[in-house]
């Protein structure tokens, strides 16, 4: 992935954001676009994929492209937990698909992820790698300081940019924007290559008319505290089924699913913010199929999509 050198947006404010149309755009840029999904892990029976798995993954994700989108990429969350890094990397040398690949930091995996994404490294090189996080929303979740992480950041690149020699893949990390404007994690800003910020209008109990608006404030608020780095949007993206009490106002369905691809997805790619969709297919085992958790995919589990991705 050619890194996304992002020109700040339109300045936008308080009621103003709620006027912005999806037609509304950032500067232009010249370089860096690409769009792609969220995998999950493993099976959806919770088993772990095979190389071959993993390649029939990818395949199908590559057939949803559509003549404004090619979805050749693919963003991954852990590298050690059934060997994914060594699995994903020999399979996307064969697919040609390009790995965004997590290092989980928290919960005691960090350095079994860090070694695992070293192996990888080692044998097949990085012309599979698109870019790497350490870290997904610690930060959100309170599970470590900012500078705790930014120390973690910083020794990935250490083995990994200096001693394998992956100067070309970019290293950063990845939360949401609401822990990036707090001051006392501009540490781990400053450490990362490059910025992954998470953002879902339906968290925040949105109607679909007001989803586009406040992904584009996600952005910008973003963009505002990063000072130039690389950005893309890690995730955002609309479940399809399911209820929770919590968030009545968002309301899970195929049409706003649908609606919300066509307002977010295809406002990014007008404008060329690179970013990856949450997520390209349903997890029943993640929550139970009554929980908008397990079914945020824009394909069914078996690879059919629910609505056009046509932009």
């Known amino acids: 992935m050619v890194l996304f050198s992002f020109l700040p947006l339109l300045a936008l404010a308080g009621s103003a954001l709620a006027q912005v149309s999806a037609s509304a755009a950032p500067a232009p840029v010249t370089n860096g676009f690409t769009s792609g999904f969220n995998l999950a892990s493993v099976l959806p029976d919770g088993q772990c994929r095979t190389v071959d798995q993993w390649a029939d993954e990818f395949r199908r994700v590559q057939s949803f492209s559509t003549p404004t989108n090619n979805f050749n990429n693919v963003k991954l969350f852990t590298a050690s937990y059934c060997d994914q890094a060594l699995n994903a990397a020999q399979a996307a040398l064969q697919t040609g698909v390009k790995v965004w690949q997590g290092i989980w930091a928290g919960g005691g995996a960090y350095q079994n992820d860090l070694d695992a ?59 949401t924007w609401t822990a990036f404007v707090r001051p006392e994690n501009q540490p781990a800003i400053q450490a990362s290559d490059i910025i992954m910020v998470n953002a879902f209008p339906y968290w925040q109990s949105a109607s679909i008319q007001d ?33 929770h009490v919590e968030f009545s106002s968002s309301v899970a369905s195929v049409q706003n699913a649908a609606d919300f691809w066509r307002a977010a997805a295809c406002y990014l790619t007008r404008s060329q913010i690179p970013f990856y969709w949450f997520e390209a297919f ?11 958790e397990s079914n945020f995919g824009v394909a069914t589990v078996d690879g059919k999509l629910k609505f056009s991705l046509q932009c």
């Open 282 to 292: 349903d997890e029943p085992n993640k929550a139970g199929p009554d929980d908008p």
């Open 117 to 175: 994404l070293a192996r990888a490294i080692e044998q097949y090189g990085t012309e599979w790698l698109a870019g790497i996080n350490v870290g997904s929303e610690e930060l959100y979740r309170g599970d470590m300081s900012a500078e705790e992480l930014a120390g973690m950041i910083t020794n990935a690149k250490k083995v990994l940019q200096q001693d394998l020699g992956a100067t070309n893949v970019p290293i950063g990390t990845a939360d």
């Open 211 to 243: 989803a586009l608006p406040l992904l584009q404030e996600a952005i910008q608020e973003t963009v505002n505290v990063i000072g130039g780095k690389p950005f893309i949007l890690g995730e955002t993206g609309w479940p399809s089924a399911g209820t």
